[in-house]
């Protein structure tokens, strides 16, 4: 039975940093592109950052030089740290777990406010 689970979302002060945590379970994770995605009152689920079974990595732009994200293959773990946090970037974050074509596996989502 293949479970995402996140962890590590909360209240913080714009400017200030939060890490999120992704553990995978289900034997999948080494075989799939891991990715955070994020939803925000009123809009739509967005792709916030992605990397690949082989360590390549993609952020959005609203993200790019703020946000890192990174995986270790022996925790089935995959980890976002959030730096500079803006209060857009408020929402609920959601681990993804790509295996295959149309193969994707979602976690329960975790909250990140971030307050002006």
């Known amino acids: 039975q293949v479970q995402l689970v996140e962890s590590g979302g909360g209240l913080v002060q714009a400017g200030g940093s939060l890490g999120l945590s992704c553990v995978a379970s289900?034997?999948?994770?080494?075989?799939?592109?891991m990715g955070w995605y994020r939803r925000a009152p009123g809009k739509q689920r967005e792709l916030v950052a992605r990397?690949?079974?082989?360590?390549?990595?993609m952020y959005a732009d609203s993200v790019k030089g703020r946000f890192t994200i990174s995986r270790d293959n022996a925790k089935n773990t995959v980890y976002l740290q959030m730096n500079s946090l803006k209060p857009e970037d408020t929402a609920v974050y959601y681990c993804?777990?790509?295996?295959?074509?149309?193969?994707?596996?979602w976690g329960q989502g975790t909250q990140v406010t971030v307050s002006s």
């Open positions: 289900g034997n999948i994770f080494s075989a799939s592109n």
């Open positions: 993804n777990a790509a295996l295959g074509v149309n193969v994707n596996y």
């Open positions: 990397i690949t079974i082989g360590g390549s990595t």
